[in-house]
């Protein structure tokens, strides 16, 4: 079992599927094999996204999903919990990004934060990013896709 919790940055109007983040990154951590692990997810803006990836990596842009590691645990009434970290996934890039490697925006979503909980199970992928259009090579990015391939009929956007 794991903890997932989904927030959302205030004065942005609360999308639809909100509610099914929860139950796809359950999976997702099913799949990656996540045991008694908490993450938080965090949507938010550009401008937002922008102050974390300046205050936290040292880069004056935004980007499309951060991930920040934590590795506490914690003791509660249910068990043993390690916080593995939280995840932040910009809703104005989602749809940038969507267009661009010609999918839909649930299937961005998707590959927004199967990379995100990669990145909080100690995993890195170097200079190399997804592109269109290019098979990838770095075990990160081949299991991400490895793992999307396996949900592909998963939905969080209906």
Request: negative net charge; aromatic residues 8%.
């Amino acid at each position: 079992m794991n903890r997932v919790f989904v927030s959302l940055q205030e004065d942005i109007d609360e999308p639809q599927w909100l509610a099914n983040v929860e139950g796809f990154v359950q999976t997702a951590m099913k799949a990656l094999k996540f045991d008694g692990e908490e993450v938080s997810i965090l949507f938010c803006n550009d401008s937002y996204m922008r102050e974390l990836n300046n205050t936290y990596r040292h880069i004056d842009s935004s980007t499309d999903v951060l991930s920040f590691e934590n590795d506490q645990e914690y003791e509660d009434e249910e068990g043993k919990w390690k916080c593995v970290g939280d995840i932040a996934i910009s809703l104005d890039t989602l749809p940038v990004n969507a267009q661009y490697f010609d999918e839909n925006n649930n299937s961005e979503l998707k590959r927004l934060l199967v990379h995100g909980l990669l990145h909080l199970n100690g995993m890195d992928h170097g200079e190399e990013h997804i592109e269109k259009g290019q098979t990838p090579v770095c075990e990160m990015l081949v299991l991400q896709e490895k793992i999307l391939e396996s949900l592909k009929d998963e939905k969080i956007i209906l």
